[in-house]
């Protein structure tokens, strides 16, 4: 397809934070598509080329659906979440001394999240399996049909949904819907975008995480015997193994030189979020993982505009899950290969079997 990829700390931040109209989102600003010359049964171009989302919008359009979505992820209205998420956090960690000694992580992950999700969006555990299915299909780039799939659902959900309903993300769309604030089109889209993205790139955050932590037994026990605090060492975990690899598209509106390198008008751009924290121009030895340094300023969760909403949810379901896990069974340790997920997008562990050790720990 001709497309580039902003890789490096400095060239993303660049894109990522343009005001000037230089870096554009929506297929509307790709020449190539709209020319013809894409297949647009291609899963990335059907990823890109109809969804209007706020992955897919620019300027007001996008601020105005920001604004309607932005009171149910303040850190306020995240607080109010922490007594649930730990809730949820000792009862599966309970299940799983109960189920051990050998577990799949990617059940405590899934689990937690889809638990955590299901609440945000107002619905029953019924639709677990659907949710979690059109998320992986969707990453997984394999099947282009899956869009028009999740639409058609998520439209039901919304024309299902009483007015007299309130407090979750489902009901405040189809409000929106119905008084007129945003089209159909931009609620059913901006609602499956918050279901792909919110998803399975917290659940892959938690395994990369925890991955990092059984395979760095020194880094673990800098933050167990608590000369490094779990919030920092969270950081470290975005930086070093962000869950989002790769994100698509944003196009150049005219000729432009991006960090040294010229760009022509029209030029679709990837970018390349993981690749960014291991940039050694902005990181001093990236490629290694230590919980004592400080990373802030890592990209993990975008910039500019766009940074994503969800990032002080996902950064409390990180540390409450974290930290009951490796305070429950401070012995855990790996029991097997670990597959990679095969996504371009993605970044995660398709499995992560371990051991769950001896002498869990249980709190006073």
Not at 71 to 85: D, E, G, H, L, M
Not at 135 to 149: C, I, K, N, Y
Not at 286 to 307: K, S, Y
Request: proline residues 6%.
């Amino acid at each position: 397809m001709g497309l580039w990829a902003a890789c490096g700390d400095e060239a993303l931040r660049t894109v990522q934070g343009d005001t000037s109209g230089t870096f554009l989102r929506g297929a509307e600003n790709w020449p190539a598509l709209q020319r013809g010359e894409l297949d647009r049964a291609h899963p990335l171009v059907a990823l890109v080329g109809d969804l209007r989302s706020l992955l897919a919008l620019n300027g007001t359009e996008h601020e105005q659906i920001r604004r309607l979505l932005r009171p149910a992820f303040t850190p306020a209205a995240v607080k109010q979440r922490r007594s649930q998420i730990e809730a949820i956090t000792e009862r599966l960690l309970d299940g799983m001394e109960q189920a051990g000694p050998r577990v799949d992580l990617l059940d405590y992950a899934w689990e937690l999240t889809v638990e955590v999700f299901l609440d945000l969006f107002g619905l029953g555990a019924e639709h677990a399996a659907t949710l979690t299915d059109i998320t992986t299909r969707a990453f997984a780039l394999s099947d282009p049909g899956v869009h028009e799939e999740a639409r058609a659902y998520i439209a039901d959900l919304l024309d299902r949904r009483s007015p007299e309903a309130e407090g979750d993300l489902i009901s405040l769309l189809a409000a929106a819907q119905r008084e007129g604030d945003v089209s159909r089109a931009d609620a059913v889209d901006t609602c499956y975008l918050l279901i792909v993205a919110g998803f399975d790139t917290t659940l892959g955050a938690l395994l990369n995480s925890a991955h990092a932590l059984l395979t760095h037994p020194d880094q673990r026990d800098l933050v167990l015997s608590g000369r490094v605090a779990w919030a920092p060492a969270v950081e470290e975990c975005l930086r070093r193994y962000s869950s989002v690899a790769t994100l698509p598209i944003v196009f150049t509106t005219r000729d432009v030189e991006l960090c040294g390198t010229e760009l022509p008008a029209g030029a679709g751009v990837l970018l390349g979020i993981a690749a960014a924290g291991l940039d050694p121009h902005r990181w001093q030895d990236p490629e290694v993982f230590d919980v004592t340094r400080n990373p802030r300023g890592h990209l993990a969760f975008g910039h500019g505009p766009h940074l994503c909403l969800g990032a002080h949810l996902a950064r409390l379901e990180l540390e409450t899950a974290l930290s009951g896990l490796l305070t429950r069974f401070p012995h855990l340790e790996l029991a097997g290969p670990v597959p990679p997920l095969p996504s371009f997008m993605i970044r995660r562990p398709a499995s992560l079997p371990v051991n769950l050790g001896s002498g869990a720990v249980h709190a006073a």
